[in-house]
Structure formats: structure tokens, C-alpha cells
């Protein structure tokens, strides 16, 4: 029997109707298991995921294939969003044994869940060096059947192994202006002065990389940290890894000059892009910057918002196809042909030359991924802007690809920084709304009566599995980002009460932080990675949310905590900076203060908007007027008017300047 149909993972409901019993992650599969004297089969996944569809439809869907399965395993189902905690300390064990990790991931365990064989995609017959599912399937059964004692002291030197592995956070102290200078010769060795980005072949977007760059710039005035954050935002606009039509990044490109990418558009990718953007915007004022800020905040309203007014996980690489076809990327590319289906041949030929379509294409089967070449000298904007729409509009026509409705608290989180900056700084004040939207749903939903917060919700309904490090770090940064733009005290009120939580059961020694709670369920080995990926680790984002809020309420014990958590840094910024972006990025504000900004005066205001546009690195703003406003942020309890007039106050250091009415000396006071 088929467990998953009432489930509120996207992902697995998509598995809901497969032969294979499968059954949720949960002590229950394990049981069953040492009833049966049976394997676990561990498949990890996700919506957006390209090969998890393949394996899928290969494998799962295959009666003959499940049938084998179901007679011989118990099958355990796991949405990798909706369960970190377990992808990571499988993924580890993955990665330690064969060198590499990705997913599907496709472990076999013990019913004690101890793990003992590995892999990612098998495919149904051999192909490449690599074994049949098929195969690997009897092969697990043969040796679980003949050679348990082996199978046994495999797993138990795996446990032992991962259990061995003691994280190294760095000692004492806080990282400086020596680890901060290793990290930037580190992040310019790797630097791809060609294209952009750092590394080769698949290239991420590297969001979190670019914000230490724009801090760092804004605290030194290194130009170099600019120039690089600059023309790597520059490459990634004009390239296929952006959707030229509808705004929004794909997950990543397969080649270094951003021309192909893999299409799933993710809700995380965009918030952190949407958020530098609009940062280099404001430190260099620059139009393409603004635009793509824009373009991407509305893709996300647009098409990841959900009714609730939550922001869904995801949108899918696949889609159908004119032949009816499920193949990646069919949504988004163009042939010639179709361009003068929809343009006629003079526009057609304008637009193949302005977005890089040629005949022979730069995708599959003649169709090229529309990106901007830069080589088609002036263009007429307004013919450029009646051709975007056209195609547009045509594309709309297509099948859509699948969405991943899940809403996941951390990746929100990240949202609302996002949508309530950019809101605020280009004066959308529906962006912000949406922001406080989504801030409404995680209290109401992911918070609920039990004072914790919830990883995921599905259609207003949260699900079964416990927030971990990266939600309450994300969350508290989103709220904290929320009240600063909107001067509404209570989000930094909601922020403290989930860093209260960081405090309690996600601290441990030292200043280190684990990924789950004290009194979480208790996996082969307590998750603990702080290492920056796609979004920053638990680990960064809650330090730089301590280190936020410490600097709005003055609370020692949150800044203790943040400085003990960014040892992590200064022991990994030197070596892998590109690993630890957004630890860099609060190492900045760590060594520029932060700076913190008290407006007595209007929200909205022209004070108020220049604080939230001061560059200095981490700065946080609180802004209100009135008797009240002390009990709403602490920073303007005895903050008064000077002379009648709004009035700012900027301190670091418990050292604060002279309180001035004047907003460009303000702005300069603050980078601006």
C-alpha cells in the first residue's frame, strides 16, 4: 500500500500513485523493516528535480521494477525541502563514500537506519560503467540475504565514522581584517575575469558572494570587490541563466558563460538575487541593476505566490513540449521558426539578432535560450519592449511547467528581505505588502499554537516536520528586514522570540550551532554543516540575524552568540570563501559595527528612506515618532526631535555621532 496520498509534499504526492509501497520518512517504515528482516531503500528528491522525474518514470512507475522492490525493501519516500536533516546526514555519508552526491539520492539502510550501499540516478539497464536499478536492487538483496554479517560491519563503520567527525569552528575569536583580505585574493584567484562568476563548468549564481563583495567595497572602497560584484551581475542578466522575458534566474548554468541553464526557477535563487541586485543598485546606481531587482521581485509575486500568500518552493525544468513531450527547458526556448510565427520576419530577425537565436541554436534540436549577446549595437528600446511583449504573451500560450506549492519557512524568509528592500528603495510599496503578507502567514501558519515554527505549509496547512537552523535564521532575518522598512516594531519582537529559540536548543559549545534542536528526532548523527550552498547555512544566517538584532535591542547574549558562531568564518573564509558568502557578508558588518540607525521621524519618510539607502555594511534602521515609538524599537528610546524636525541618530561601538535633520549628511554618515 502506497502511503504518501495524504501527505502535503508536492513531491511526494507526485509519487502517490507509483506501484511501489512507498512510505514516509517516520519510525513506523522502520519498524516494518525489522518486522520483515528486510532493507530500507531511501529515495531523496525533489519537485524541480530533472533526473528524480527520470528515475521516476523509469523505475517507479515500472511495475515489474516495484514489485521486486515492494517483495524485497521497504520503500522510504523523502522530499530533501521538506526533510534537510536527514538529506544532509545522508548526503554526507553519500558523499564520503563515493566522492560526490546529488540527487536522486538512492541509499540503502538497516532498519536501525544505518546506512550501507550508495548511489544517486540508476538507470534501467546499465549504461556507462553504472549498474541497472535492477541490479542494484538484487545485489543489495543478495548481500543482505547471504552476507549480513558484512552488510553489518559496513554500516557500523559508516555510523562510527560520521559520528568521528569533529567540526573545527575556528577557537576563539572573531574573524578580522586579515581572514576578511584572505577571502577576497581567494574569491579573485577563482574569479572568471571573462564571463563572470568564479569557477568553471556548471556555474551557480553566487549571490551570497556578491553581497560580502558589495560590503566589503562599502567598508574599505575596494574597487576591485566592486568591479567584480558589478560585471559578474552584469554577465548573469544578460545571459540565458535569466529569463529574458519574464524576469526571474534558473538554477544554474551548465556552461561558464551563463548561455544554457538548468530551468528550474527556484523561490531561494530569486530572493537572494532580487536582494543583490537592489543592493548594487544602490551602491552604484546602476539602471540594469534596478531592472533586474524589479523584474525579479514581480516574477516572484507573479508566479510563485501563492493564495495564502506564501511563496512556493519552485517552479520545474520540464514542461510539455508541441509533440506533447515532457523535456526540459520546452517552455522557455525559441527557433527561428518560431520566432516569425509570432513576430514576422522583420521583427523575427530583430529579435533572433537581439537574444542570441540562431538557426543552428544554442540549446537542443535548433532552439536557442534568449539572452542578450550585447553585440547588436543602439536598439530601439520601444521596438525591443513591443517584442518582449509578443513573445511574452505567445510563450504564456505554452504548457506550463509544474509548481512545487510547498511553502518553505527559511526560503520565505528570504523573500521577504528581499521584497521589503526593493520595495522600499524604489518606491513599490505593493512589494512590501506582499512581504508583510508572507510575514503573516508564517506567524499564523508555521508558528501557530505551538510557539515553534513548522519547516513547510501546503495550501494554509502546515506539515508534520520541525523548522530547522536555517528556518529560524532565514525567518528572523525576513522580519528583521520587515521592520526596518516598515517601522512596525512587532517583527522585531517576532524576530527575537525565534533568536531566543537559536539560543536554547540550536547552541551548543564554543559558539558552534547545530541544524536541529536539542529536542528534535534524533538522526545517525546531529546535522551540523556551515557551509554557505544554495542559501546561506543555518549556521551564517542565524549569526548574522543575532548580530542584527543584538544591534537593534543592545542584548549582550545575542552578540556573544553571533560572535562565537562567526569562528566558523574565520576559520573557513581564508580557505573556501566562496563556501561561506554570507558568513563573509556578517563579518563585514561585524567589523563595520553594524551601524545603527535611529530616525525619529516619519515612516517613509526622507530620513528614513536615506538610512535604509545607506551602503554601510549591515546597517540596521529603525524609524518612528511619537511617545510610543521607544516601546516599538529600542534604539529611539530617547531619541528626541531636534528643533521639531525628524532627526537621525547613528551609533557603532556604543559611540554615537551628533544627531543631524539633514539627509545628505546623514547619507554620508552612512556611505550614501
Not at 60 to 72: G, M, Q, R, S, V
Not at 527 to 543: I, K, L
Not at 629 to 655: I, K, M, N, Q, W
Request: charged share 25%.
Amino acid at each position: 500500500m502506497n502511503r504518501l496520498a495524504g501527505v502535503t509534499s508536492p513531491y511526494l504526492l507526485q509519487h502517490a500513485d507509483n506501484p511501489v509501497d512507498w512510505w514516509p520518512w517516520g519510525a513506523d517504515a522502520f519498524e516494518e523493516a525489522k518486522r520483515r528482516d528486510v532493507p530500507v531503500l531511501l529515495s531523496v528528491g525533489y519537485s524541480a528535480c530533472h533526473w528524480c522525474h527520470v528515475m521516476a518514470h523509469e523505475s517507479f512507475e515500472d511495475d515489474d521494477t516495484a514489485a521486486y522492490l515492494n517483495a524485497h525493501f521497504v520503500p522510504v519516500k523523502v522530499d530533501r525541502e521538506e526533510r534537510p536533516d536527514v538529506d544532509a546526514v545522508y548526503m554526507e555519508a553519500v558523499q564520503a563514500a563515493t566522492g560526490h552526491g546529488g540527487w536522486p539520492m538512492t541509499v540503502f539502510l538497516t532498519p536501525d537506519a544505518e546506512p550501507f550501499y550508495f548511489g544517486t540516478y540508476f538507470p534501467p539497464e546499465p549504461r556507462h560503467g553504472s549498474p541497472s536499478f535492477q541490479q542494484v536492487l538484487e545485489g543489495v538483496t543478495a548481500a543482505w540475504t547471504d552476507r549480513r554479517e558484512e552488510v553489518a560491519e559496513v554500516a557500523g563503520r559508516i555510523v562510527a565514522d560520521l559520528a568521528g567527525r569533529s567540526l573545527v569552528h575556528g577557537g576563539d575569536g572573531v574573524p578580522g581584517e586579515s581572514e576578511v583580505a584572505q577571502a577576497l585574493l581567494g574569491l579573485t584567484r577563482e574569479y572568471d575575469e571573462q564571463h563572470g562568476g568564479f569557477g568553471g563548468a556548471p556555474k551557480f549564481p553566487p549571490a551570497m558572494a556578491v553581497e560580502f563583495l558589495l560590503r566589503h567595497y562599502a567598508r574599505t572602497g575596494a574597487e576591485g570587490a566592486l568591479q567584480m560584484a558589478a560585471d559578474t551581475c552584469a554577465a548573469m542578466a544578460r545571459g540565458g541563466i535569466y529569463d529574458q522575458l519574464g524576469g526571474g534566474f534558473a538554477r544554474y548554468s551548465v556552461d561558464r558563460e551563463w548561455i544554457v541553464p538548468h530551468f528550474e526557477k527556484m523561490l531561494y535563487d530569486n530572493a537572494l538575487l532580487c536582494r543583490v541586485y537592489a543592493h548594487l543598485w544602490r551602491a552604484t546606481g546602476s539602471d540594469e541593476a534596478r531592472r533586474i531587482a524589479l523584474e525579479t521581485a514581480d516574477f516572484m509575486v507573479r508566479e510563485l505566490r501563492t493564495a495564502e500568500g506564501g511563496f512556493a518552493s519552485a517552479l520545474d525544468a520540464d514542461s510539455e513540449d508541441a509533440e506533447g513531450r515532457h523535456v526540459e527547458g520546452a517552455f522557455y526556448v525559441w527557433t527561428p521558426e518560431q520566432l516569425r510565427e509570432v513576430l514576422g520576419e522583420d521583427d523575427a530577425a530583430f529579435a533572433a539578432a537581439y537574444f542570441g537565436v540562431t538557426e543552428e541554436g544554442t540549446f537542443e534540436e535548433g532552439a536557442s535560450v534568449l539572452r542578450l549577446p550585447g553585440d547588436t549595437g543602439p536598439v530601439d528600446a520601444a521596438r525591443v519592449a513591443g517584442v518582449r511583449a509578443r513573445l511574452l504573451a505567445a510563450r504564456d500560450e505554452r504548457p506550463h511547467p509544474g509548481r512545487d506549492d510547498k511553502v518553505v519557512a527559511a526560503w520565505n524568509g528570504l523573500a521577504i528581505a528581499a521584497l521589503a528592500e526593493t520595495g522600499a528603495y524604489f518606491d513599490r510599496p505593493d512589494l512590501v505588502e506582499r512581504a508583510t503578507e508572507a510575514a503573516d502567514l508564517l506567524v499564523r501558519v508555521h508558528l501557530g499554537e505551538v510557539a515553534r515554527l513548522t519547516r513547510t505549509s501546503k495550501d494554509g496547512r502546515a506539515g508534520d516536520n520541525a523548522g530547522v537552523l536555517e528556518d529560524y535564521g532565514d525567518v528572523a532575518e525576513g522580519f528583521l528586514a520587515l521592520a526596518a522598512v516598515t517601522g512596525e516594531g512587532a517583527w522585531l519582537e517576532f524576530a527575537g522570540f525565534l533568536l531566543d529559540i537559536v539560543l536554547e536548543q540550536f547552541t551548543g559549545e564554543g559558539g558552534q550551532l547545530y541544524d536541529t534542536a536539542h529536542d528534535a528526532e534524533q538522526l545517525i548523527r546531529r546535522p551540523q554543516d556551515p557551509t554557505d550552498s544554495a542559501t546561506p547555512s543555518g549556521w551564517t544566517a542565524a549569526a548574522g540575524a543575532l548580530l542584527s538584532y543584538a544591534a537593534y535591542t543592545g542584548s549582550e547574549a545575542h552578540r556573544t552568540a553571533a560572535e562565537g558562531a562567526l569562528g566558523v568564518v574565520k576559520a573557513l573564509g581564508p580557505r573556501v570563501p566562496r563556501f561561506v558568502g554570507w558568513g563573509l557578508a556578517v563579518a563585514e558588518a561585524l567589523l563595520d559595527g553594524p551601524r545603527e540607525v535611529a530616525v525619529a521621524g516619519p515612516v517613509g519618510g526622507e530620513l528614513h528612506r536615506t538610512a535604509l539607502l545607506g551602503r554601510a555594511p549591515g546597517a540596521v534602521v529603525a524609524a518612528g515618532e511619537g511617545p510610543g515609538a521607544g516601546a516599538e524599537f529600542p534604539l529611539l528610546v530617547d531619541r528626541p526631535l531636534v528643533g521639531g524636525e525628524p532627526t537621525a541618530y547613528v551609533c557603532r561601538h556604543f559611540v554615537c555621532d551628533a544627531p543631524t535633520t539633514d539627509a545628505g549628511e546623514l547619507a554620508g554618515k552612512l556611505g550614501g
